[in-house]
Protein backbone atom coordinates (compact mmCIF):
# COMPACT_ATOMS: atom_id res chain seq x y z
CA UNK A 1 0.00 0.00 0.00
CA UNK A 2 1.22 3.13 -1.02
CA UNK A 3 2.01 5.94 2.04
CA UNK A 4 3.51 9.01 2.29
CA UNK A 5 5.67 10.77 5.46
CA UNK A 6 6.40 14.19 6.20
CA UNK A 7 8.96 14.57 8.29
CA UNK A 8 8.18 17.82 10.39
CA UNK A 9 4.84 17.84 12.46
CA UNK A 10 5.69 21.69 12.87
CA UNK A 11 7.99 24.29 11.47
CA UNK A 12 8.35 27.97 13.11
CA UNK A 13 9.89 30.46 11.30
CA UNK A 14 10.70 34.39 10.52
CA UNK A 15 9.57 36.59 7.54
CA UNK A 16 12.01 36.28 4.75
CA UNK A 17 13.57 32.62 5.82
CA UNK A 18 13.89 30.08 3.84
CA UNK A 19 11.09 27.09 3.77
CA UNK A 20 11.49 23.22 3.32
CA UNK A 21 9.02 20.61 3.99
CA UNK A 22 10.00 16.90 3.69
CA UNK A 23 7.99 14.38 1.88
CA UNK A 24 8.41 10.96 1.19
CA UNK A 25 6.56 8.20 -0.46
CA UNK A 26 6.65 4.08 -0.46
CA UNK A 27 5.55 3.05 -3.84
CA UNK A 28 7.52 1.77 -6.61
CA UNK A 29 5.45 2.44 -9.81
CA UNK A 30 4.68 5.50 -11.37
CA UNK A 31 3.32 8.25 -9.21
CA UNK A 32 1.37 11.74 -9.20
CA UNK A 33 2.47 13.75 -6.62
CA UNK A 34 0.77 17.22 -4.73
CA UNK A 35 1.17 19.30 -2.73
CA UNK A 36 -1.83 20.87 -1.10
CA UNK A 37 -2.19 23.99 1.77
CA UNK A 38 -4.92 24.53 3.70
CA UNK A 39 -4.85 28.30 5.23
CA UNK A 40 -6.61 29.15 8.65
CA UNK A 41 -10.46 27.68 8.26
CA UNK A 42 -10.12 27.22 4.72
CA UNK A 43 -10.33 24.77 2.39
CA UNK A 44 -7.52 22.35 1.11
CA UNK A 45 -6.09 24.15 -2.16
CA UNK A 46 -3.57 23.02 -4.73
CA UNK A 47 0.21 24.41 -4.72
CA UNK A 48 1.48 22.25 -7.15
CA UNK A 49 1.80 18.77 -8.79
CA UNK A 50 4.47 16.58 -11.19
CA UNK A 51 3.03 14.33 -13.38
CA UNK A 52 6.19 13.68 -15.76
CA UNK A 53 8.91 15.59 -16.89
CA UNK A 54 11.08 18.42 -15.50
CA UNK A 55 11.36 16.72 -12.08
CA UNK A 56 11.60 20.58 -10.58
CA UNK A 57 7.73 22.18 -10.55
CA UNK A 58 6.80 25.70 -10.02
CA UNK A 59 3.68 26.31 -8.07
CA UNK A 60 1.82 28.87 -6.93
CA UNK A 61 2.82 31.54 -4.21
CA UNK A 62 6.53 30.75 -5.26
CA UNK A 63 6.38 27.62 -3.97
CA UNK A 64 8.01 24.68 -5.61
CA UNK A 65 9.00 21.49 -5.67
CA UNK A 66 11.72 19.10 -6.41
CA UNK A 67 10.89 15.21 -7.60
CA UNK A 68 13.89 12.54 -6.88
CA UNK A 69 12.80 9.64 -8.19
CA UNK A 70 16.25 7.75 -6.23
CA UNK A 71 15.31 9.01 -3.30
CA UNK A 72 10.96 8.88 -3.18
CA UNK A 73 10.99 12.02 -2.45
CA UNK A 74 9.21 15.44 -2.86
CA UNK A 75 9.81 18.39 -1.03
CA UNK A 76 8.57 21.65 -1.15
CA UNK A 77 10.33 25.02 -0.78
CA UNK A 78 9.72 28.69 -0.82
CA UNK A 79 13.22 30.51 -0.79
CA UNK A 80 11.52 33.97 1.07
CA UNK A 81 8.53 33.03 3.20
CA UNK A 82 5.70 35.63 4.41
CA UNK A 83 3.48 35.75 7.41
CA UNK A 84 0.62 34.90 4.70
CA UNK A 85 1.88 31.34 4.35
CA UNK A 86 0.77 30.36 7.77
CA UNK A 87 -0.91 26.88 7.19
CA UNK A 88 -0.91 23.25 6.95
CA UNK A 89 1.15 21.71 4.28
CA UNK A 90 0.01 18.35 3.10
CA UNK A 91 1.71 16.19 0.68
CA UNK A 92 -0.10 13.35 -1.63
CA UNK A 93 0.44 11.02 -3.72
CA UNK A 94 -1.72 9.00 -6.16
CA UNK A 95 -0.43 6.16 -7.50
CA UNK A 96 -1.23 2.76 -9.45
CA UNK A 97 -4.97 1.84 -8.53
CA UNK A 98 -7.72 2.42 -10.22
CA UNK A 99 -9.48 5.61 -9.86
CA UNK A 100 -7.75 8.89 -8.50
CA UNK A 101 -7.43 8.43 -4.54
CA UNK A 102 -5.28 10.68 -3.08
CA UNK A 103 -2.80 9.55 -0.15
CA UNK A 104 -1.90 12.55 2.20
CA UNK A 105 1.07 12.70 4.48
CA UNK A 106 0.76 13.54 8.55
CA UNK A 107 0.77 17.59 6.82
CA UNK A 108 3.26 19.96 8.76
CA UNK A 109 1.96 23.36 10.45
CA UNK A 110 3.98 26.03 9.12
CA UNK A 111 3.91 29.28 11.30
CA UNK A 112 5.78 32.39 10.25
CA UNK A 113 6.27 35.12 12.02
CA UNK A 114 6.21 38.50 11.43
CA UNK B 1 -13.94 29.48 -3.15
CA UNK B 2 -13.33 26.22 -4.57
CA UNK B 3 -16.58 25.83 -6.34
CA UNK B 4 -17.53 22.69 -4.19
CA UNK B 5 -20.07 23.14 -1.91
CA UNK B 6 -20.70 20.87 1.49
CA UNK B 7 -23.47 21.05 4.13
CA UNK B 8 -23.76 21.03 6.68
CA UNK B 9 -20.69 23.10 8.04
CA UNK B 10 -21.11 21.64 11.43
CA UNK B 11 -22.78 18.92 13.18
CA UNK B 12 -23.44 17.64 16.71
CA UNK B 13 -25.29 14.19 17.34
CA UNK B 14 -25.31 11.46 19.58
CA UNK B 15 -23.40 8.09 19.85
CA UNK B 16 -25.58 5.48 17.85
CA UNK B 17 -27.32 8.15 15.54
CA UNK B 18 -26.85 8.60 11.94
CA UNK B 19 -26.26 11.61 10.17
CA UNK B 20 -26.41 12.79 6.06
CA UNK B 21 -23.66 14.91 5.02
CA UNK B 22 -24.28 16.40 1.23
CA UNK B 23 -21.57 17.38 -1.24
CA UNK B 24 -22.50 19.22 -4.43
CA UNK B 25 -19.36 19.18 -6.95
CA UNK B 26 -17.88 22.44 -8.82
CA UNK B 27 -20.12 22.54 -12.51
CA UNK B 28 -18.98 20.31 -14.95
CA UNK B 29 -17.02 18.00 -12.31
CA UNK B 30 -18.50 14.33 -12.77
CA UNK B 31 -15.86 12.66 -10.44
CA UNK B 32 -16.73 12.99 -6.23
CA UNK B 33 -14.81 12.19 -3.19
CA UNK B 34 -15.39 11.66 0.20
CA UNK B 35 -12.35 12.37 2.49
CA UNK B 36 -11.93 11.88 6.72
CA UNK B 37 -9.43 14.57 8.85
CA UNK B 38 -8.95 12.93 12.24
CA UNK B 39 -6.37 14.10 14.51
CA UNK B 40 -5.10 10.32 15.09
CA UNK B 41 -5.82 9.25 11.63
CA UNK B 42 -5.01 12.50 9.47
CA UNK B 43 -6.60 13.10 6.17
CA UNK B 44 -7.49 9.45 4.81
CA UNK B 45 -9.60 8.48 1.36
CA UNK B 46 -12.82 7.43 1.66
CA UNK B 47 -14.54 6.85 -1.40
CA UNK B 48 -14.89 7.82 -4.88
CA UNK B 49 -17.91 8.32 -7.42
CA UNK B 50 -17.98 8.92 -11.03
CA UNK B 51 -21.05 10.18 -12.99
CA UNK B 52 -22.96 8.38 -10.35
CA UNK B 53 -21.10 5.04 -10.06
CA UNK B 54 -18.54 3.66 -7.58
CA UNK B 55 -15.12 3.75 -8.87
CA UNK B 56 -12.50 3.57 -6.02
CA UNK B 57 -12.81 2.29 -2.20
CA UNK B 58 -10.36 3.68 0.84
CA UNK B 59 -10.72 3.06 4.59
CA UNK B 60 -14.58 3.15 4.44
CA UNK B 61 -16.34 1.26 7.55
CA UNK B 62 -19.20 -0.50 7.08
CA UNK B 63 -21.14 1.71 8.83
CA UNK B 64 -20.68 4.15 6.23
CA UNK B 65 -21.89 4.67 2.99
CA UNK B 66 -22.41 6.97 -0.06
CA UNK B 67 -23.81 7.50 -3.00
CA UNK B 68 -24.07 9.75 -6.06
CA UNK B 69 -27.29 10.93 -7.51
CA UNK B 70 -28.18 11.73 -11.53
CA UNK B 71 -27.68 15.74 -10.73
CA UNK B 72 -24.31 14.54 -9.56
CA UNK B 73 -24.48 15.72 -5.35
CA UNK B 74 -22.95 13.16 -3.37
CA UNK B 75 -24.13 12.05 0.24
CA UNK B 76 -22.07 10.72 2.33
CA UNK B 77 -24.35 8.55 5.26
CA UNK B 78 -22.86 7.95 8.64
CA UNK B 79 -24.74 5.34 11.11
CA UNK B 80 -24.20 4.27 14.50
CA UNK B 81 -21.77 6.53 15.11
CA UNK B 82 -19.10 6.37 17.80
CA UNK B 83 -17.22 9.18 19.42
CA UNK B 84 -14.65 8.04 16.85
CA UNK B 85 -16.01 9.20 14.03
CA UNK B 86 -15.67 12.75 15.03
CA UNK B 87 -13.57 14.17 12.48
CA UNK B 88 -13.73 16.83 9.62
CA UNK B 89 -14.92 15.20 6.11
CA UNK B 90 -13.95 16.39 2.69
CA UNK B 91 -15.81 16.40 0.09
CA UNK B 92 -13.67 17.20 -3.19
CA UNK B 93 -14.44 16.60 -7.16
CA UNK B 94 -12.34 16.87 -10.01
CA UNK B 95 -13.69 16.40 -14.04
CA UNK B 96 -12.65 12.90 -14.70
CA UNK B 97 -11.98 9.62 -13.03
CA UNK B 98 -8.67 8.60 -14.33
CA UNK B 99 -5.25 9.17 -11.66
CA UNK B 100 -3.73 12.72 -11.52
CA UNK B 101 -6.77 14.40 -12.19
CA UNK B 102 -6.89 17.68 -9.74
CA UNK B 103 -9.37 17.63 -6.97
CA UNK B 104 -10.97 20.73 -5.82
CA UNK B 105 -11.99 20.55 -2.24
CA UNK B 106 -15.19 21.66 -0.20
CA UNK B 107 -14.74 23.69 3.18
CA UNK B 108 -15.80 20.28 5.12
CA UNK B 109 -18.04 19.30 7.44
CA UNK B 110 -17.25 18.69 10.96
CA UNK B 111 -18.94 16.27 12.98
CA UNK B 112 -18.76 15.99 16.81
CA UNK B 113 -20.08 13.09 18.08
CA UNK B 114 -21.16 13.00 22.43
Known amino acids: AQSVSQHNHHVILSEAASLELGCNYS??????LFWYVQYPGQHLQLLLK??????LVKGIKGFEAEFIKSKFSFNLRKPSVQWSDTAEYFC????????????FGGGTRVLVKP | DSGVTQTPKHLITATGQRVTLRCSPRSGDLSVYWYQQSLDQGLQFLIQ???????AKGNILERFSAQQFPDLHSELNLSSLELGDSALYFCASSVGAASGGEQYFGPGTRLTVT
Open chain 2, 49 to 55: YYNGEER
Open chain 1, 50 to 55: YFSGDP
Open chain 1, 27 to 32: YGGTVN
Open chain 1, 92 to 103: AVNAGAAGNKLT
